[in-house]
């Protein structure tokens, strides 16, 4: 079935260092990414998008990066500190006919951040 | 400005009775998503609507589960006859579907089924 699964259920790194987040995605027909960010009684809260004509995107901090020839996709997150601490999430969108802008989204890798 | 508001933030409930959770969404949205969210898991995918469309209810999981969405504006998800299965956090989005897919979360309710 169509799944979106992330490789580390947890990763924990030290403050300052750059973190990388993967997520593998079963859908070719996806054509947009979005990673979310969750903190501890919080609802999910976006990051950074892509688009499936596209393999990277930078933002402030963060990079996504796309495979799609291996259905991969990566968050990097530069000089990590301790307010990154988080669950993340990454969600596809399956595109259903036009009619239906749904997510996917994964079971979430939690970030810590050890100071 | 204002963003997605849910009530109550948490509720806890005895099996078998009914239980209802607004979500107000972001003014001016005509997308309007229902997600649950167990211990540690993922958001699955509950219910869709869509301006005036027929809601995508794909993911609702037994008729137990209901919702709608009046004026277009704020939706109530409805639990009838709930189970112990049925605890979770319930968090609702909204997005201004057609320009963009980012969707914008409330914080949730806890759903405690006793």
Known sequence: GESVGLHLPTLSVQEGDNS???????????DYFIWYKQESGKGPQFIIDIRSNMDK??????????????????????????????????????????????????????????? | GAGVSQSPSNKVTEKGKD???????????TA????????????????????????D?????????????????????????????DSAVYLCASSLAGLTYEQYFGPGTRLTVT
């Not at chain 1, 307010?83 to 596809?92: K, L, N, P, T």
């Not at chain 2, 167990?38 to 219910?47: D, P």
């Open chain 2, 32 to 55: 309007l998503y229902w997600y649950r969210q167990s211990l540690g898991q993922g958001l699955e995918f509950l219910i869709y609507f869509q301006g005036n469309s027929a809601p």
């Open chain 1, 20 to 30: 990388i987040i993967n997520c593998a995605y079963s859908n070719s027909a996806s």
């Open chain 1, 57 to 115: 995107r930078q933002g402030q901090r963060v990079t996504v990066l796309l495979n799609k020839t291996v259905k991969h996709l990566s968050l990097q997150i530069a000089a990590t500190q301790p307010g990154d601490s988080a669950v993340y999430f990454c969600a596809e969108n399956h595109p259903y006919g036009g009619a239906t802008n749904k997510l996917i989204f994964g079971t979430g890798t939690l970030l810590a951040v050890q100071p």
């Open chain 2, 57 to 85: 209810k794909s993911g609702l999981p037994s008729d137990r589960f209901s919702a709608e969405r009046t004026g277009g504006s704020v939706s109530t998800l409805t639990i009838q006859r709930t189970q112990q299965e």
């Open chain 2, 19 to 29: 239980v209802e959770l607004r979500c107000d969404p972001i003014s001016g949205h």
